[in-house]
């Protein structure tokens, strides 16, 4: 059993930056392909970013491609997601999800993830 704790969500304004953190426990952090996913007040949970096993391979949604970017510390347990030249159209709770992979791929659909975290809240003001 996976658990996924997410940290470094706050209130910024707009053209700011956030760097997320999301601390894995419970598993072998390396099998892992880990995603961070937002969802906004009365929408739906949405990708962002995912980083594969060994980093080898990272996905974006275009709204924040350029922008934001997902990186991994296998040392300690740890993906991150930097994010840059934030938008109030970025406010909403960013979830981290892990999923065993024994490729260097990871999947962009939310139903294909195994383990979540809490979430961290990030508002941007305009």
């Known amino acids: 059993q996976v658990q996924l704790v997410e940290s470094g969500g706050g209130l910024v304004q707009a053209g700011d930056s956030l760097k997320l953190s999301c601390a894995a426990s419970?598993?072998?952090?390396?099998?892992?392909?880990m995603s961070w996913f937002r969802q906004a007040p009365g929408k739906e949970r949405e990708f962002v970013g995912g980083?594969?096993?060994?980093?080898?391979?990272?996905y974006y949604a275009d709204s924040v491609k350029g922008r934001f970017t997902i990186s991994r510390d296998d040392a300690k347990n740890t993906v991150y997601l930097q994010m840059n030249s934030l938008k109030p159209e970025d406010t909403a709770s960013y979830y981290c999800?892990?999923?065993?992979?024994?490729?260097?791929?990871?999947?962009?659909?939310?139903?294909?993830?195994?383990?979540w975290g809490q979430g961290t809240q990030v508002t941007v003001s305009s």
């Open positions: 999800a892990a999923i065993l992979r024994y490729n260097h791929a990871a999947p962009t659909a939310r139903d294909q993830y195994d383990y």
């Open positions: 419970g598993g072998t952090f390396t099998m892992y392909a």
């Open positions: 980083i594969s096993r060994l980093a080898v391979n990272r």
